[in-house]
Every structure is written in structure tokens, then in C-alpha cells.
């Protein structure tokens, strides 16, 4: 299994490294055959081009598909960001700037992104799912533990947060948003561990990977120096997020028990 963590609107770094990792050509077709990949989630937000992000993921998808291949898609915290700005606007919220507007402009959002989300894009960005799982690894976009009163399961997580995407309810949007804030739960030397065994207790798998959280942030690095994946919480979870928006060149990351030797 290949992922790729946060792209932030930084499409042109995206394509390269997916080309370099053989899962794509120059000309951005599929090439990974029957391979699997992930993206895993903030495709918009601090870069120029979330449009191209989105709209790469879901022609990569059918193409895969085709191919016998899978490319599954994350919902991110900057998705639900942008999808708040637009299904609201001005009215008020309880994030940075007051309004669901103004607090997406405060994260970085792009004007471009948002004039360009129509219907298919909308839909497309309302039925991604916030977890999954792929054999052994369990996969989510933060690296936090609030998942688990969204439900006790991938399903039911994924049913209740698809449910807010859908609705009108201000206040259950704030509140998502507000959870999504959260990050670094398992970064404790000493208690990390264990929170991530509960996490995969509840949800299934034997390592979780996500991204939400540059990697720089967890181990002193800087953004150009990242170049893969970081392990921690004594192997159980690995941070894919090479923070392309901080300057960081990216990376495809090909997932096994390599990693831990």
C-alpha cells in the first residue's frame, strides 16, 4: 500500500513524487497497475491549487479502478474547513476569525478553490470517508483521538461525519471543526503507546498512519530535510504528512513491516 500525506494545494510537488514513486506518468495517467494508494486528506489550503489536487485524486481513482488498482481519498480537517466556508459564509463561528468565511481565509484558504467547487466536487469532497482500513493498517487524517465520539467504529464514524457534511447544523459543523483542531495524542514517549493500542483496539488494525501533523513538529526536522515517513509510539504509528506547504519537497510512502526494521 502507497500514501501520501497533506497536500495543501501544492499539486505540481504531489505529481512529481506520485511520477517518481512509478504510480503515475508525466502526463499525470495511472500507472500503479493493481497497486493501492491513499491520499490522506487536506488536499486544499496554504497552496495554490487545491482544484487540481481534488480533481487528480478523483480521475486517479477511476483510472485505478480500471487498471484493477485502488486509490482511496481521506476527508482532512482543511476539507471540512473549505466546505464550512462555502456552505455558510459569513455566519458566525467559533473558529479564528469569527466566521466559518473569515476562519478558512485564516488557514490559508485560496479564493480560486472555493469559486471552483461545484456540484460533482461538493459531492465527491461530502462522501469522503474519515477512516479506514486497509489489511493491517488503520488510517485517519489526525493524529488524535476524537474519532471515537463520532462512533465505536470505522462505519459509524464515517456515517456521522458524513451526516454533519450533509446538513445545515452550524453548531455540529463548529463542533467537527473544533475536534479536528486536535493533534499529537500519541506523541507522549511514555503514554503513546498505549493510547495508540486503545485507538487500534476500538478500530481495528495493528498501525495507524496519518498525516494532519508535519512531521517537522514531531522530530525538530526541517520541512526540506523530510523525505519519509516518520514511526514513533514504539512502531505502532507513522506521521506522512513531509509538510509540502512549509517548504518540504513531499514523498510517496510504500507502506510494510520494512519500516520498522
Given at each position: 500500500m502507497y500514501v501520501i500525506g497533506d497536500i495543501h494545494g501544492q499539486f505540481d510537488k504531489a505529481t512529481v513524487v506520485l511520477c517518481e514513486a512509478?504510480?503515475?506518468?508525466?502526463?499525470?495517467?495511472?500507472?500503479?497497475?493493481?497497486?493501492?494508494?491513499?491520499?490522506m486528506g487536506d488536499y486544499f489550503d496554504r497552496g495554490p491549487d487545491g482544484i487540481a489536487a481534488i480533481d487528480l485524486v478523483r480521475r486517479l481513482q477511476g483510472e485505478a479502478a480500471a487498471a484493477?488498482?485502488?486509490?482511496?481519498?481521506?476527508l482532512g480537517n482543511h476539507d471540512v474547513l473549505i466546505l464550512a466556508a462555502q456552505r455558510f459564509g459569513d455566519a458566525p463561528s467559533g473558529g479564528p476569525g469569527g466566521t466559518f468565511l473569515a476562519s478558512w481565509q485564516?488557514?490559508?484558504?485560496?479564493?480560486?478553490?472555493?469559486?471552483?467547487?461545484?456540484?460533482?466536487?461538493?459531492?465527491?469532497?461530502?462522501?469522503?470517508?474519515a477512516m479506514a482500513r486497509e489489511g493491517d493498517w488503520l488510517l485517519a487524517h489526525a493524529d488524535a483521538t476524537f474519532y471515537q465520539v463520532y462512533g465505536r467504529t470505522?462505519?459509524?464514524?464515517n456515517r456521522s461525519i458524513r451526516r454533519i457534511l450533509h446538513s445545515d447544523d452550524a453548531a455540529d459543523w463548529d463542533l467537527l471543526l473544533d475536534y479536528f483542531s486536535q493533534r499529537r495524542a500519541f506523541q507522549d514517549a511514555e503514554r503513546g503507546p498505549a493510547r495508540v493500542q486503545r485507538f487500534l483496539a476500538l478500530y481495528g488494525g495493528r498501525r495507524f498512519?496519518?498525516?494532519?501533523?508535519?512531521?517537522?513538529?514531531?522530530?525538530?526536522?526541517?520541512?526540506?530535510?523530510?523525505?519519509?515517513?516518520?514511526?514513533?509510539?514504539?512502531?505502532?504509528?507513522?506521521?506522512?504528512?513531509?509538510?509540502?506547504?512549509?517548504?518540504?519537497?513531499?514523498f510517496v510512502a510504500q507502506l510494510s513491516e520494512a519500516i520498522y526494521r
Open positions: 512509478g504510480l503515475i506518468d508525466a502526463g499525470g495517467g495511472w500507472t500503479g497497475g493493481a497497486a493501492t494508494l491513499w491520499f484493477g488498482g485502488r486509490v482511496g481519498a481521506l485564516r488557514n490559508g484558504g485560496e479564493a480560486s478553490d472555493l469559486a471552483g467547487l461545484d456540484g460533482d466536487r461538493l459531492a465527491w469532497l461530502r462522501s469522503l470517508p470505522i462505519g459509524e464514524v498512519v496519518h498525516g494532519h501533523t508535519p512531521i517537522g513538529k514531531l522530530t525538530g526536522q526541517k520541512p526540506a530535510a523530510v523525505s519519509a515517513p516518520h514511526t514513533y509510539a514504539g512502531g505502532l504509528a507513522v506521521d506522512v504528512d513531509a509538510g509540502m506547504y512549509m517548504g518540504g519537497r513531499g
